[in-house]
């Protein structure tokens, strides 16, 4: 397709469980984000890549959640021993990339909503 | 420390009227502003955007306009349509950064 995809749409685990989500992103964009979206909240930024090397994860909130990149395309966030603080709704997005951001709208996917039970 | 503010939860406004959303920020660094929308469900759509040189942006129904002294700005749809209901999130960048800095969201109904 043409957009950003995310998988999957929805997921239910138990605490204490590890979670892989997916994202791919739009073909030929070198930028990727995850975001987070809390229940009330706006949308919180955790990890961007540029290519493969991901030059600021300060967004990240703790060290049990992890995201890789690889081949310049898709991308994985893990979360390790999921808490019940880590139900959201995590967004993808993804833009042209390059020296400068500030005319490459960001592309958003429709998430992947996650319930930790 | 919210850098991006969106005071107002919500707003409604009837069909046919001009609908104003509000956002400030803290940050003096931003040099974009951008506004998405987002329906239930779906990730965010990017709607327009404002560069920080710029005090006005339009495009078709949707007008952002800002006033860096200040660091405010705001988007005027006008004439308000049902199908803008939705949710709109202000944000900004810096250009040497790539994260967007997200408000917390203004749900906008328009009432037939």
């Known amino acids: 397709g043409a957009g950003v995809s995310q998988s999957p749409s929805n997921k239910v685990t138990e605490k204490g469980k590890d979670v892989e989500l997916r994202c791919d992103p739009i073909?030929?964009?070198?930028?990727l984000y995850w975001y987070r979206q809390s229940l009330g909240q706006g949308l919180e930024f955790l990890i961007y890549?540029?290519?493969?090397?991901?030059?600021?994860k300060s967004g990240l909130p703790s060290d049990r959640f992890s995201a890789e990149r690889t081949g310049g395309s898709v991308s994985t966030l893990t979360i390790q021993r999921t808490q019940q603080e880590d139900s959201a709704v995590y967004l993808c997005a993804s833009s042209l990339g390059g020296r400068t951001f500030s005319n490459q709208p960001q592309h958003f996917g429709d998430g992947t909503r996650l319930s930790i039970l | 420390d919210q850098q991006v503010k969106q005071n107002s939860p919500s707003l409604s406004v009837q069909e046919g009227r001009i609908s104003i959303l509000n956002c400030d920020y803290t940050?003096?660094?931003?040099?974009?502003f951008l506004w998405y929308k987002k329906y239930p469900a779906e990730g965010p759509t990017f709607l327009i955007s404002i560069s920080s040189i710029k005090d006005k942006n339009e495009d078709g129904r949707f007008t952002v306009f800002l006033n860096k002294s200040a660091k405010h700005l705001s988007l005027h749809i006008v004439p308000s349509q049902p199908g803008d209901s939705a949710v709109y999130f202000c944000?900004?960048?810096?250009?040497?950064?790539?994260?967007?800095?997200f408000g917390k969201g203004t749900k906008l109904s328009v009432k037939p």
């Open positions: 940050n003096s660094m931003f040099d974009y």
């Open positions: 944000a900004a960048l810096r250009g040497s950064q790539g994260n967007l800095i």
């Open positions: 890549f540029q290519g493969n090397s991901a030059p600021d």
């Open positions: 073909s030929g964009h070198t930028a």
